[in-house]
């Protein structure tokens, strides 16, 4: 796991500015830092820029910008089948110096091209250069765990795992999006990747599973390297679904657990941690460690399972308290650091976790992101679920009492409450920009984007997970766990985004996605005796949820005219609105959603406007 810079264009970049990113760079990679530079045939100059963070082979030997013949690499990710891999090259009479991910990656490209990369899993962003043709190829994984941003003006091509390295090599800051934080403030943190746009003009993210690739004259190719296969098998029996989703757990878990340094585990009471924190330790025999954020919302309270996993597999377990003292300051370190708005108090939560973390001594962690968007596990997923199934009448029937049953007396959105939502208005899945109206009108300006989704399938709950796992809920998830753990050096890996899990279960057969009134039908049954049957048989879906004023004292003077006082946030949104809000006792999930924006978008606009 690395921080990786780079620029490739008909201009020298200037030493100073070379140190002072790989300076910023440090936080993602404290082992060791070190840059790459060639001037090809044609003028045209290639910086490439590491700083590591020592995972697999922990030797210098795998340090990088790394060498092999004319090419050299810079690498943020983890290549987790490289041992396999490595195999396979060596029955090729290819020779390795190392025992690093790094090397075997490398030699992939080398022998198959970026064509090769198909064969790998993992997650990744990479930089590589060829000496020989002058050829610059960049790549991200197919889920888009590991960042990169890239930036072109006319001095050449510019990028980075994060903004503010771009900032450092390009020697100024690019202008901020208005447009785009709009999106943030208005519609939601949902919103922000369906399309390429990004908080800074210019500025975008590699697509996920892709490669771009420029030759010695500047002439850009662009490919994607893998496509995802989203065709059911209805042959499929229950069972077959369930031994399969468990074969190809297992097996992810298994490749994630491959380091040179330990491993920690993100815990919540829910199934997707518990799914792999019991894999862990009950099939592959790994020493768990667990570490829980400490919820002060009674209503997302949920420490009776994790009593009952941490009591049945007898592992340590740290509680992470939230310090709602520190929550301005903090807020304003994480807004910095970020290049961003955060997108969810959800993350300010993570972020202490990623501290604690990191303060017993640990460099990678693994977490539950995906299960939800692979399963099947929102509450408005049983809706859709019934509109797909309506023209069978049984089976339709029977789940319409198993929801109102179990289902309906847990759900709180009002409009989720009508089982017929998505069957007679299947265009209200756009309820997830139901606050935009509320929240636009606080601001000076109209400003309206309607919904759009990506059409992948028929299936509206198929459509809704696979729109969820690449454009709203898994980008902003991974967007903030890699810059959270990254800023206390710690790796972040997600066992649920696997690729030949994703293929499995997008087999399935959607009427097997919910049974008995359950979400998550299929990952709960896959784990019947691995994981305890009080977390498998618990309905609640719980996430960390708090109120903003429950982190911000709007009683204390100083804090009070800190949100008031004169700032670039009050060109954009009625000041007199926000002191309405701020007088409340207490303010319902939109309200204190918005002020949570408003707050991040002060913050972010006063330190980069």
């Known amino acids: 796991m690395c921080g990786i810079a780079g620029y490739y264009g008909e201009f020298p970049i200037k ?26 045939a044609k003028s045209r100059h290639v910086y490439l820029l590491s700083s590591r963070l020592s995972i697999l082979d922990l030797e210098e030997r795998s340090n990088q910008p790394f060498r092999l013949g004319s090419k050299a690499l810079v690498y943020n990710g983890e290549l987790y089948n490289y041992l396999e891999l490595k195999q396979k090259l060596i029955a090729q009479n290819k020779k390795f110096l190392t025992k690093s991910d790094t090397e075997v990656l490398l030699q992939v490209l080398t022998t198959l091209g970026w064509k090769g990369l198909d064969h790998c899993e993992g997650m990744w962003a990479f930089a590589m250069y060829d000496e020989n043709d002058g050829s610059l190829l960049l790549s991200r994984d197919r889920f888009g765990e590991k960042p990169l941003y890239v930036y072109r003006d006319q001095t050449g091509l510019y990028f980075g ?34 399309g390429s746009e990004t908080f800074f003009h210019g500025l975008e993210e590699l697509p996920p599973a892709s490669v771009f ?23 499929l029996s229950y069972q077959d679904v369930l ?53 002060t919302d009674n209503r997302y309270e949920e420490q009776d399972m994790i009593n009952c996993s941490v009591s049945d597999l007898s592992i340590p377990h ?67 679920f019934l509109h797909d199934i309506q023209d069978s009448p049984t089976l339709c029937q029977k789940y319409l009492r198993d929801w109102e049953q179990y289902v309906k007396p847990l759900v709180r959105n009002p409009y989720l409450k009508d089982p017929d939502l998505f069957v007679h208005n299947p265009d209200f899945r756009d309820h997830i920009y139901l606050n935009s109206e509320e929240f636009a009108r606080h601001f000076h300006n109209d400003w309206k984007e309607p919904f759009t989704e990506t059409k992948y399938v028929e299936d509206l709950l198929r459509n809704r997970m696979l729109n969820e796992l690449f454009h709203e809920a898994i980008p902003v998830i991974l967007h903030e766990d890699d810059l959270n753990s990254m800023y206390f050096s710690i790796e972040n890996r997600s066992p649920f985004l696997d ?12 009427k097997y996605l919910m049974r008995n009134g359950f979400q998550k039908a299929v990952l709960r049954d896959s784990m019947r005796g691995i994981v305890p049957t009080p977390i498998l048989d618990n309905r609640k879906k719980v996430g960390f949820n708090a109120p903003i004023l429950s982190f911000l004292d709007v009683d204390n003077p100083d804090i009070k005219s800190y949100l008031l006082d004169n700032s670039p946030i009050f060109e954009h949104i009625h000041k007199d609105k926000i002191e309405v809000l701020i007088q409340k006792p207490e303010l319902p999930n939109s309200e204190s959603k918005f002020l949570f924006y408003f707050l991040c978008s002060k913050i972010f606009l006063e330190e980069f406007a």
Request: hydrophobic share 35%; charged share 20%; net charge neutral.
């Open 243 to 295: 031994e399969g989703a468990r074969r190809a757990l297992i097996q992810s878990v298994h490749l994630r657990l491959r380091s040179d340094v330990p491993l920690a585990f993100c815990m919540s009471g829910g199934i997707d941690s518990n799914a792999l924190i019991h894999i862990a330790k009950k099939e592959l025999d790994y020493d768990v460690h667990a570490f829980t954020i400490v919820n």
């Open 161 to 194: 795992s994060e903004v503010k390295f771009i900032f450092s090599l390009l020697g100024r800051r690019l202008d901020i999006n208005r447009n785009h934080l709009y999106r943030y403030m208005i519609n939601g943190y949902k919103s922000l990747y369906k």
């Open 213 to 235: 690739q420029i030759d010695s004259s500047g002439g850009e190719t662009k490919e994607h390297y893998w496509k995802p296969a989203l065709e059911q098998d209805e042959a």
């Open 15 to 40: 030493v100073q500015r070379i140190q002072r990113c790989l300076k910023l760079m440090h936080r993602r990679g404290p082992d060791h830092a070190d840059f790459f530079q060639h001037t090809n």
């Open 318 to 384: 740290v509680s992470v308290p939230i310090n709602h003292h520190a929550f301005l300051p903090n807020l304003q370190t994480l807004i910095t650091q970020h290049d961003a708005p955060v997108y969810t108090i959800t993350y300010y939560a993570h972020w202490l976790l990623m501290s604690s973390i990191s303060e017993h001594g640990y460099r990678v962690s693994i977490s539950g992101t995906g299960a939800d968007e692979l399963f099947s596990g929102y509450y408005d997923h049983h809706l859709a």
């Open 499 to 510: 690729r030949n899990l994703f293929e499995f279960c997008n087999q399935i057969p959607t």
